[in-house]
């Protein structure tokens, strides 16, 4: 699917504990990529000082400077981006880009889609109403991004139970371990399809 190996730009707008896991996977394992960007709208979120501390070079785009597609593109170009990966990122990725990545950029989703999926539905908002709907299970689902939130093809999904007992921060907790778990690998893949 991509050429030789992947050069990945991650998009993350909160903490950035995926994103750093993904950087330090493809760093220690030599697993044929690299990510060579962060793309965030949030100045002070926790993915700038992470993505800084391993050296991996940020950019920080509001919506309108998202949506700046020769600015954008230039600066995918200019460090060989051929794998868009969205980690926790919370603006919706204008079509141009959609387009440009397809069937190259993914999503995590903290859900088994296509339960708890579409616009609003993220993080926590995700946990609490898999709580209030009683759910015996939940999950991760990572999939390919499509102009429709959770929409586009899934690639993968891992399940965890939901005990009877189980607020939305044991979820939550839960499936983070997945996320950490299988998100670096599933990612990975991509640069070994033909």
Known sequence: MIDDKLKIAVFASGNGSN?????????????GGEVVLVVCNRREAGVVGRAAALG???AILSRDELADSGRVL???EARGVNCVVLAGFLLMVPPYLIRRYEGRMVNIHPSLLPKFGGKGMYGHHVHEAVVAAGECETG???HLVSEEYDKGQILFQARVAVAPGDTAADVERKVRELEMRFFPGVIARLGSDD
């Open 19 to 31: 994103a750093e896991n993904i950087i330090r996977f493809f760093r220690e394992k030599g697993s």
């Open 56 to 58: 991996v070079d940020v």
């Open 74 to 76: 230039a600066m995918f």
């Open 140 to 142: 991760i689902t990572v």
